[in-house]
């Protein structure tokens, strides 16, 4: 079936480590994107990509990195420069730009705890 | 700036209730899409309905309807006789695409739990 992929579901870490947060779609969709979730706070875009080998930042970029080196591939890295890191992150995708379809295809989201 | 506002935390009604979840819209721009993603407790949300800043008909889809108003800038989503797997969060959600083609804007959802 197709869909988005995320792993691990969930991830422990120990402050001053990063962590890579794995996204993988066979969609065949342009772009993606990286959202965190905090409790009463909605979504929040951290970097999105329209393309390959080409991202942007979101809204809450710093602390955070990411590459996309396969259409199907965007990985998220929370470096030890992320204040508050203990989130659940979720990647999406979408076929056109979101802002004009709206339609973004989720992954199952990955949550992360800084112990 | 945009902005997105639902007011409703949380909501709890008992099966078969009819139930509106809220939500209220800021923006400037006259050309605008609007949206509702659905969130089941497996975690990823699931895209519900688009609709642009030019239709303000409403919408209905099954026990699904919504109700687009410009004049008081909201868009709200009502339940008919809810169910239990109703049960999930939900978000209201803006694009001003002129602005910024890949950014949505997402409130801060509504948490809605069906008693049996």
């Known amino acids: 079936d197709g869909g988005i992929t995320q792993s691990p579901k969930y991830l422990f870490r120990k402050e001053g480590q990063n962590v890579t947060l794995s996204c993988e779609q066979n969609?065949?969709?342009?772009?993606m994107y990286w959202y965190r979730q905090d409790p009463g706070q909605g979504l929040r875009l951290i970097y999105y990509s329209q393309i390959v080998n080409d991202f942007q930042k979101g809204d809450i970029a710093e602390g955070y990195s990411v590459s996309r080196e396969k259409k199907e591939s965007f990985p998220l890295t929370v470096t030890s420069a992320q204040k508050n890191p203990t989130a659940f992150y979720l990647c999406?995708?979408?076929?056109?730009?979101?802002?004009?379809?709206?339609?973004?295809?989720f992954g199952e989201g990955s949550r992360l705890t800084v112990l | 700036a945009q902005k997105v506002t639902q007011a409703q935390t949380e909501i709890s009604v008992v099966e078969k209730e009819d139930v509106t979840l809220d939500c209220v819209y800021e923006?400037?721009?006259?050309?605008?899409?609007l949206f509702w993603y659905k969130q089941p407790p497996s975690g990823e949300l699931v895209f519900l309905i688009r609709r642009n800043s030019f239709d303000e008909q409403n919408e209905i889809s099954g026990r699904y309807s919504w109700n687009f108003q410009k004049s008081t800038s909201s868009f709200n989503f009502t339940i008919t006789a809810s169910q239990v797997v109703d049960s999930a969060v939900y978000f209201c959600a803006l694009s001003v695409p002129y602005s910024s083609a890949s950014k949505i804007i997402f409130g801060s959802g509504t948490r809605l739990s069906i008693r049996p």
């Open positions: 999406a995708s979408s076929f056109g730009l979101a802002g004009y379809t709206g339609e973004l295809f």
């Open positions: 969609l065949n969709h342009d772009a």
């Open positions: 923006t400037r721009d006259t050309t605008y899409y």
